[in-house]
């Protein structure tokens, strides 16, 4: 589909949602800078270092019956 269809039919959309149809598009930029930024950034190593608890890979009581 070329731009000037997509024109044409935004001018054929009554003016009251044509609003909404603008900031359809500036959320589809929106969502797509922010995920060019995050593509682009370097992933931070070790960021929940420290948060975990000591037990994390402990069994959980729960499952004790299923646990041999």
Request: proline fraction near 4%; aromatic fraction near 8%.
């Amino acid at each position: 589909m070329d731009q000037l269809n997509i024109l044409k039919k935004i001018k054929m959309i009554p003016v009251a949602y044509q609003q909404e149809v603008e900031d359809f598009i500036d959320f589809i930029l929106q969502k797509k800078v922010n995920k060019k930024d995050e593509e682009n950034s370097p992933r931070k190593l070790g960021l929940l270092k420290g948060k975990m608890s000591d037990d994390f890979n402990a069994p959980l009581d729960d499952f004790k019956d299923y646990m041999q």
